[in-house]
Nanobody, 116 residues
Framework: QVQLVESGGGLVQPGGSLRLSCAAS????????MGWFRRAPGKQRELVAT???????DYADPVKGRFTISRDNANNTVQLQMNNLKPEDTAVYYC??????????WGQGTQVTVSS
């Protein structure tokens, strides 16, 4: 059974930074993509950023230039560096991993709150 364990959420003031991390179990050779989604209160879950093997990272327009996604294949981890955070970034952030291009797995979610 694949498990994704997230860490790094919390409360930060506008303009601040946070770094999210996610560790995946299983063989990294089976992971075709890893990334982050988020769900804000009253909204649907949306893509934040993703890395697909062999491709450049993809970012949602609202986070371009502020967030950076990186992946460590040796350790089966993915990180999301979030800078210049805004109140509208407040959401539960979910780690996502796709195995063999078919099977999708999700972390339990970590809360990010941007407020003064």
């Amino acid at each position: 059974q694949v498990q994704l364990v997230e860490s790094g959420g919390g409360l930060v003031q506008p303009g601040g930074s946070l770094r999210l991390s996610c560790a995946a179990s299983g063989s990294s050779s089976s992971i075709s993509a890893m990334g982050w989604f988020r769900r804000a209160p009253g909204k649907q879950r949306e893509l934040v950023a993703t890395i697909t093997s062999g491709r450049s990272p993809d970012y949602a327009d609202p986070v371009k230039g502020r967030f950076t996604i990186s992946r460590d294949n040796a350790n089966n981890t993915v990180q999301l560096q979030m800078n210049n955070l805004k109140p509208e970034d407040t959401a539960v952030y979910y780690c996502h991993a796709q195995y063999s291009g078919l099977y999708n797995f999700w972390g339990q979610g970590t809360q990010v709150t941007v407020s003064s």
